[in-house]
């Protein structure tokens, strides 16, 4: 596909799920569609996005620790320094790290997730998580899958409604990896600010974006048959490895690092 032809995918009458969250870290590829809808969001929203971030960038870091040296990140977004390539190689130069999104905005800034550190790779595909053989079937390309691979799905799984079975396509590509490898999970939920629950999502209605936060007993499949490591699923900023002191502040995220036994 040429680069003209993909610009014409990007549709910027409507927002976008990688844009309204660029525009929640703080970041500068989003468009003013987007700004509207984090302008009626509660100003929790941005404390969560970043929260959110920082999960990521503890849980890479400490897979990276345990010696973890390949990753496949579904729903990565627009980059964001610092991406998770960047933080696990900074620990293993020599990780390999693929990325999948299916937004064509997140395809054009991919240049930034390709430059690996020389000692390891990293590779771009776009493709949707509702398809995970295709993922799978790419994956297998780049990573060696005999050997432990951590899945990272880092808020992405409130964007797939239950008709589209989220539980079932998660085991599918937990069922593709060996034992020893890992499931990097963080899902968005509004147990912590109930009364927000209905402005959050109608506003992401309105713009088009389907919304399904999950509560704690909803999320906890998300990890059946896996060993969750301490401390198991909590909230965003009470996972504390390789970090800060838990945090007793809410994040809007329910958060788990589980191992494939
Ligand atoms: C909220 S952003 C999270 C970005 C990053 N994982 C993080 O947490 O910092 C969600 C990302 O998931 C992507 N996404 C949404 N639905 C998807 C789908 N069905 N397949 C693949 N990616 C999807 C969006 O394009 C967006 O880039």
Not at 78 to 104: C, F, K, M, W
Not at 121 to 141: G, K, N, Q, S
Request: hydrophobic share 40%.
């Amino acid at each position: 596909m040429t680069a003209g032809a993909r610009e014409d995918r990007i549709d910027t009458s409507r927002p976008h799920p990688a844009r309204v969250y660029d525009c929640l870290l703080g970041g500068r590829d989003h468009h003013p569609v987007d700004r509207v809808v984090v302008e009626r969001l509660p100003p929790e929203a941005r404390h969560n996005a970043l929260r959110n971030r920082a999960f990521m960038h503890r849980a890479a870091a400490w897979l990276a620790g345990t010696g973890v040296d390949q990753y496949l990140d579904i729903g990565t977004g627009i980059p964001t320094e610092p991406n998770l390539h960047q933080i696990v190689q900074g620990i293993l130069p020599s990780a390999r790290v693929a990325y999948a999104d299916n937004d064509p905005i997140v395809l054009r800034h991919a240049r930034a997730l390709l430059v690996s550190h020389p000692a390891g790779a990293t590779d771009y595909i776009e493709a949707d998580v509702r398809r995970p053989a295709l993922i799978l079937d790419h994956a297998r390309t780049f990573l060696d899958f005999s050997r432990p691979v951590a899945l990272s799905m880092i808020a992405l799984l409130h964007f797939i409604g239950d008709d589209e079975d989220p539980y079932g396509l998660t085991r599918t590509l937990v069922d593709a990896l060996p034992s020893g490898s890992h499931l990097v999970l963080s899902h968005g939920t509004t147990d912590e600010h109930p009364h927000l629950a209905k402005s959050v999502t109608d506003t992401y209605r309105k713009g088009e974006i389907p919304l399904r936060m999950r509560t704690r007993a909803e999320v906890e499949p998300f990890f059946q048959g896996l060993e969750l490591v301490a401390p198991g699923l909590v909230t965003a900023t009470r996972w504390y490895r390789s970090g800060p002191a838990p945090a007793e502040e809410p994040s809007g995220f329910y958060v788990g690092v589980a191992r494939v036994p």
